[in-house]
C-alpha cells in the first residue's frame, strides 16, 4: 500500500462544477504540500498545511491530522484548472517529501 | 522572487548517450532537489542537497547518474549512459529547508530513444 494516497485518480467535471480531490495518508508527516501540474511537466505549489485550513482564490485545502485526511476543493471550476493535482506530505521518518500518484482533472467547457 | 530556472525544457537523445541538465534554485535557498517522475507516477527524489553538501543521494542510480552542487547555488545532474527507462520528467526544486514551501521549476523532459 503506498504512503499517501489519492482519489479519484481522474476526474472530468463540468465548468462551474464544486470540485474535491481526497488524500489520505498513513505516515506521520510535518506538513502537506498540494501541487497542480500542468502538461507541460512544470510544478506549482498551492499550499502548503500543518493544520485545519487554507484559501486561495477559489482554491481550498483542508487537513485532519487525527483522520490523516486533506482534501482540495475547487470552486466554480473552469477549464484552466485542467491539470495533475499532487497530494505530498513531508514524512518525519523518512526526513523527505513523500508524493501521491496525482489526480488527473479536466474541466470542460 | 524569481523562480527555480531549469535548462534544457526539452532533450531527446539516444540510449547509451549522455546527457545534463542545469538548475539555478532561488536566491538563499539553501536546499536543492533532483526529482524523476516517471509518466503517471509522482515525483521520486534522486538527490538532496543542503548548500554543497549531499544530504541523501540513496535513491540516485549512481552507477549512471551524478549530480554536483558547486558553491552551493547552481547544481547539474548527469546521466551517462543513458537507458530507454530513464525517459522521464526531470524536476528541481529547492527550499530555505525542508520545514519551508518548496518551489519547483519547470522541469526537463528527457527522451531516450
Known amino acids: 500500500k503506498n504512503e499517501v494516497e489519492q482519489s479519484p485518480q481522474n476526474l472530468t467535471a463540468q465548468e462551474g462544477e464544486f470540485i474535491t480531490i481526497n488524500c489520505s495518508y498513513s505516515?506521520?508527516?510535518?506538513?502537506l504540500h498540494w501541487l497542480q501540474q500542468h502538461p507541460g511537466g512544470g510544478i506549482v505549489s498551492l499550499f502548503m498545511?500543518?493544520?485545519g485550513k487554507k484559501k486561495h482564490g477559489r482554491l481550498i485545502a483542508t487537513i485532519n491530522i487525527q483522520e490523516k485526511h486533506s482534501s482540495l476543493h475547487i470552486t466554480a471550476s473552469h477549464p484552466r484548472d485542467s491539470a495533475v493535482y499532487i497530494c505530498?506530505?513531508?514524512?518525519?521518518?523518512?526526513?523527505?517529501?513523500?508524493f501521491g500518484a496525482g489526480t488527473i482533472l479536466r474541466v470542460k467547457s | 522572487e524569481a523562480g527555480v530556472a531549469q535548462s534544457p525544457r526539452y532533450k531527446i537523445i539516444e540510449k547509451r548517450q549522455s546527457v545534463a541538465f542545469w538548475c539555478n534554485p532561488i536566491?538563499?535557498?539553501?536546499?536543492l532537489y533532483w526529482y524523476q517522475q516517471i509518466l503517471g507516477q509522482g515525483p521520486k527524489l534522486l538527490i538532496q542537497?543542503?548548500?554543497?553538501?549531499?544530504?541523501?543521494d540513496s535513491q540516485l542510480p549512481k552507477d549512471r547518474f551524478s549530480a554536483e552542487r558547486l558553491k552551493g547555488v547552481d547544481s547539474t545532474l548527469k546521466i551517462q549512459p543513458a537507458k530507454l527507462e530513464d525517459s522521464a520528467v526531470y524536476l528541481c526544486a529547492s527550499s530555505r529547508d525542508s520545514n519551508y514551501g518548496y518551489t519547483f521549476g519547470s522541469g526537463t523532459r528527457l527522451t531516450v530513444v
Open positions: 505516515v506521520g508527516i510535518s506538513a
Open positions: 536566491s538563499g535557498h539553501a536546499t
Open positions: 505530498a506530505v513531508f514524512s518525519t521518518a523518512r526526513n523527505k517529501l513523500v
Open positions: 498545511l500543518s493544520s
Open positions: 542537497f543542503q548548500n554543497n553538501g549531499v544530504v541523501d
